[in-house]
Nanobody
Framework: QVQLVESGGGLVQTGGSLRLSCAAS???????????MGWYRQAPGKQRELVAI?????????EYGDFVKGRFTISRDNVKNTVDLQMNDLKPEDTGVYYC???????????WGQGTQVTVSS
């Protein structure tokens, strides 16, 4: 069982920046080192969508949602089991609940954080 705790959401004006952080932990004290962590978001009335994900051992295995367009950057610290999302040039359409996600390499196991609200005012 992996627990994910997010932080960093909030209210920001259009064009502003926010940094989201997510820390993974396990009751057993061990997290499988090969994994994929990242962020998804869900706006009111819409389906949850990919924001950014990154593989733990191969940074080239990084994927961003089409809407990101160079505005967001995902980073990981595999020693601390954390994943951050730096979001710049935020737009009102970026408003939503942002969820941290962890999964095993082939998706056999996955976990979700409780979500953190991001609100971008116009």
């Amino acid at each position: 069982q992996v627990q994910l705790v997010e932080s960093g959401g909030g209210l920001v004006q259009t064009g502003g920046s926010l940094r989201l952080s997510c820390a993974a932990s396990a009751a057993s004290g061990r997290i499988f080192s090969v994994n994929v962590m990242g962020w998804y978001r869900q706006a009111p009335g819409k389906q949850r969508e990919l924001v950014a994900i990154r593989h733990s051992t191969n940074a080239r295995l990084t994927e961003y949602g089409d809407f990101v367009k160079g505005r967001f950057t995902i980073s990981r610290d595999n020693v601390k089991n954390t994943v951050d999302l730096q979001m710049n040039d935020l737009k009102p359409e970026d408003t939503g609940v942002y969820y941290c996600h962890w999964r095993s390499p082939y998706g056999q196991t996955e976990y979700w954080g409780q979500g953190t609200q991001v609100t971008v005012s116009s």
